[in-house]
Nanobody
């Protein structure tokens, strides 16, 4: 069992940066792959970034590649999403999620946080 709590969202101007954090509880965090997803009003939840249990194999949606960076610290245990060069289209609720084994398919994730709002103004 893994409990996840996101933080770090907020309002930022286009071109700005935010760093999201996802704090996990549970002794088995280091055995889980982690993902960040987002959902804008009226849209389906979509993959943003993912990372394997050991920090390898980071993957990104094309829309954020080169702007966002996912990382994790298993000693904390926390996963991060550094978001740079933010655009109004990045506005959404951002969720972190955990599963055993890397995936970019949101329905395959077992554990979810409550989400944190990111709003990018133009």
């Amino acid at each position: 069992q893994v409990q996840l709590v996101e933080s770090g969202g907020g309002l930022v101007q286009a071109g700005g940066s935010l760093r999201l954090s996802c704090a996990a509880s549970g002794r088995t965090f280091s055995s889980y792959a982690m993902g960040w997803f987002r959902q804008a009003p009226g849209k389906e939840r979509e993959f943003v970034a993912g990372i394997n249990w050991d920090g390898s194999k980071p993957g990104y949606a094309d829309s954020v590649k080169g702007r966002f960076t996912i990382s994790r610290d298993n000693a904390k245990p926390t996963v991060y999403l550094q978001m740079n060069s933010l655009k109004p289209d990045d506005t959404a609720v951002y969720y972190c999620a955990a599963r055993r084994g890397y995936s970019d398919y949101y329905r395959s994730y077992d554990y979810w946080g409550q989400g944190t709002q990111v709003t990018v103004s133009s």
